[in-house]
């Protein structure tokens, strides 16, 4: 059995990725949790395996040529560990282009706009003082129902967004999930909405969605979450 991997987490989606794809591929990994409403991401120790101050990050022990290596952003995690394995990521270059297109579509689209989307439209408004700010609301929120319909269209002809369940759907799904708090209406997007349900049943993803649930905190509601998470913090700390 290969040595655990690190992972340095907080459930977010695109933490969520990360967990969701070491349970998928049956990897050994130890949790440590970076809290980022309480500004974990912000310390020495972590900022030497993530220098820009996000999760999720992982060290493997059994990196290339048998060296540890460490490893941000969640996409090239992904890719990282697709390769590692042989897993998830095609039998042939065609079929790897086909993964790497709609894993790019979800890191340069899908999770910066729904990102935003969720920042405007929930934490926003409830900030002190209040930004309830229409135009910011109505630009994510449409652009994030482009994205889905994009994603619906896709999905028209198949079961998974390259033809067959790959890291692009580890990527994609656990963002596409909170389209409740993106403002969207599921009923829009059917064929999305049978992915997300078909994705959703894997043992492994829901396994994978599920890790540390229960430290999740709304910091919709927590001023000191909201501090660290939207900057006013970040001069003191990185």
Request: charged fraction near 25%; aromatic fraction near 10%; hydrophobic fraction near 40%.
């Amino acid at each position: 059995m290969p040595a655990p991997i690190d992972l340095y987490y907080w459930p977010t989606p695109n933490g969520r990725k990360i967990s969701i794809a070491l349970h998928e591929m049956a990897l050994p990994y130890t949790l440590h949790l970076v809290n980022i409403g309480k500004g974990d991401q912000f310390e020495p120790d972590f900022l030497a395996i993530s220098p820009n101050n996000r999760m999720p990050a992982i060290v493997d022990p059994e990196g290339p040529d048998g060296r540890p290596i460490s490893i941000f952003e969640s996409g090239a995690i992904l890719q990282y560990l697709a390769r590692k394995t042989g897993l998830f990521y095609g039998e042939t270059e065609r079929e790897r282009v086909e993964v790497e297109q709609w894993l790019m579509w979800q890191m340069g689209g899908v999770g910066p706009m729904a990102g935003q989307a969720h920042h405007f439209l929930k934490y926003a408004p409830n900030m002190d003082p209040p930004a309830d700010l229409p135009y910011a609301k109505d630009r994510y929120r449409n652009e994030v129902g482009r994205l889905y319909g994009v994603l619906d269209r896709r999905l028209e002809d198949r079961d998974f967004v390259a033809g067959f369940y790959s890291i692009a759907d580890m990527a994609i799904w656990p963002w596409a999930r909170g389209w409740q708090g993106q403002e969207q209406d599921i009923d829009d997007f059917p064929n999305m909405k049978a992915w997300l349900a078909r994705v959703g049943d894997r043992r492994a993803t829901a396994e994978g969605h599920a890790l540390a649930e229960e430290v999740r905190s709304d910091a919709a509601g927590d001023r000191g979450a909201q501090s660290v998470l939207f900057g006013q913090r970040h001069a003191r700390r990185a």
